[in-house]
């Protein structure tokens, strides 16, 4: 009765999927024709308007793929039209609401529609294509799928003979992940090689994330994630969103149920924390899932799983939708660092920023050795006094901040606790 009352709360807490590939399927099934369908009552996939209603799906990151064989072909033409028939999904049914920002999760009543393309050859690589991409509502990019692109590689072989000589992120690759961080799009690690992530951890000024992969502890696949990376995963705050791929949760085994699942959860957990982890889902994208998660109105099992393990509400809350909000907000902030940067006159032009911050709730203080002055992302410049300043009273509400060195003394402000600092030089 405890566990059903629990989740009967947690429920209120709509959940986030972040890879779904039920648009593949409205290409396969019905080329995109979606006056031909019925989305609330479809039977033929893993998800409808209904199914996503009675799992409690309240956010969802709709996966705009394309085969690996569209690589140095028409790839861009398929992305633009996948992209193309969710827009028009999302705003045909009432049920639905595009998003683009963390807010308008946040804000959203209905079930947030956003979209994340799954594999790097989707930019022909161009990053014009990328930056369109971006204007068009792609907030996630999977840098490889199965195949390698001219520039990343991908931890499958065997499967696609493309660029077989490419090892981790090329030159071109470490500009990939530079414009990704610039534009505010989430840098997805799932399907990329060892090297692949270790070089985007290396270089990205932002939380990454892998959309839908497990732990390689217990289940040696190439998708999975290991220990190492799964700790150096914490350490950049980002986020791995475990995938209910039965093939890639339980490496061939027959029995595959909601256990198995919640094994790589607990795993994950005790590696990376519970705030390091997310749902992937990859419903529609492969045939093979955990007895008792069959389709996406199965979500309630796995939480009142955790439940009976032990898990903390406050976890599980973190685990539906605000460890992923956290990663969405923090992509969005280091975004909004980049667009200062570049507009010096609002930016006091004429200093270099030499430290940003992610203001905190815990006590400290910080040591200001010469005048200084900030700009706060949604209050503008605001300025500090030499000394030392308690934790008190930030004006910028929680958002990031430049701070920048001033060659005078200019009139006393803000206070404030360096929680989280990035050093920009």
């Not at 033409?77 to 193309?84: F, G, N, Y």
């Not at 072989?157 to 490419?166: A, L, Q, T």
């Not at 994630?225 to 995963?233: G, K, N, R, S, Y």
């Amino acid at each position: 009765m405890w566990i059903s009352t629990r989740l009967h709360y947690l429920k209120q807490e709509a959940g986030f999927g972040s890879h779904n590939d039920f648009a593949l399927k409205l290409r396969i099934l019905y080329q995109n024709r979606l006056s031909r369908v019925n989305l609330r009552e479809l039977n033929k996939t893993h998800t409808n308007l209904v199914k996503l209603q009675a799992g409690y799906v309240g956010a969802q990151f709709w996966s705009v793929y394309v085969l690996c064989s569209a690589q140095n072909k028409d790839a861009v033409r398929l992305t633009l039209e996948q992209i193309d028939v969710v827009k028009r999904m999302c705003n045909s049914y009432e049920e639905l609401e595009l998003v683009m920002t963390s807010q308008g999760i946040s804000e959203s009543r209905r079930i947030a529609c956003l979209i994340g393309i799954e594999g790097g050859h989707s930019i022909d690589s161009s990053l014009a294509a990328l930056r369109m991409y971006y204007d068009l509502g792609v907030r996630y990019m999977t840098l490889t799928h199965s195949c390698n692109t001219p520039w990343s590689e991908s931890s499958s072989k065997g499967i696609h003979n493309f660029y077989p000589n490419v090892t981790g992120l090329t030159a071109f690759g470490q500009e990939v992940v530079k414009e990704m961080n610039r534009l505010g799009m989430l840098i997805d690690l799932s399907h990329t090689s060892y090297s692949t992530v270790k070089a985007a951890l290396n270089i990205s000024k932002a939380p990454v994330i892998f959309s839908h992969s497990s732990a390689f502890s217990l289940c040696n696949h190439s998708r999975n994630v290991p220990d190492d990376i799964l700790q150096e995963l914490k350490r950049n705050k980002g986020i791995i969103m475990v995938t209910f791929n039965a093939d890639v949760l339980a490496c061939g085994r027959k029995v595959v149920n909601i256990s198995t699942l919640a094994d790589h959860f607990d795993h994950i957990k005790e590696i990376a924390g519970s705030e390091s982890i997310g749902i992937g889902g990859d419903y529609d994208g492969v045939e093979r899932f955990p007895e008792g998660l069959e389709d996406v109105s199965k979500y309630p099992s796995l939480i009142e799983e955790l439940l009976r393990r032990g898990w903390k509400e406050t976890e599980l809350k973190g685990v539906l939708r605000e460890n992923f909000l956290r990663v969405f907000r923090e992509v969005e902030n280091n975004s909004k660092i980049f667009s200062c940067l570049q507009q010096k006159s609002s930016c006091l032009s004429t200093k270099k920023p030499f430290l940003a911050f992610s203001p905190g709730n815990a006590c400290g203080e910080l040591h200001i050795a010469s005048p200084t002055s900030i700009y706060c992302m949604d209050v503008g410049v605001v300025v500090l006094s030499k000394g030392s300043l308690p934790a008190t009273a930030c004006p910028c509400h929680g958002n990031w901040i430049l701070v920048f060195m001033s060659e005078k003394p200019l009139q006393a402000g803000c206070q404030f606790q360096p929680a989280v600092s990035t050093r920009l030089v």
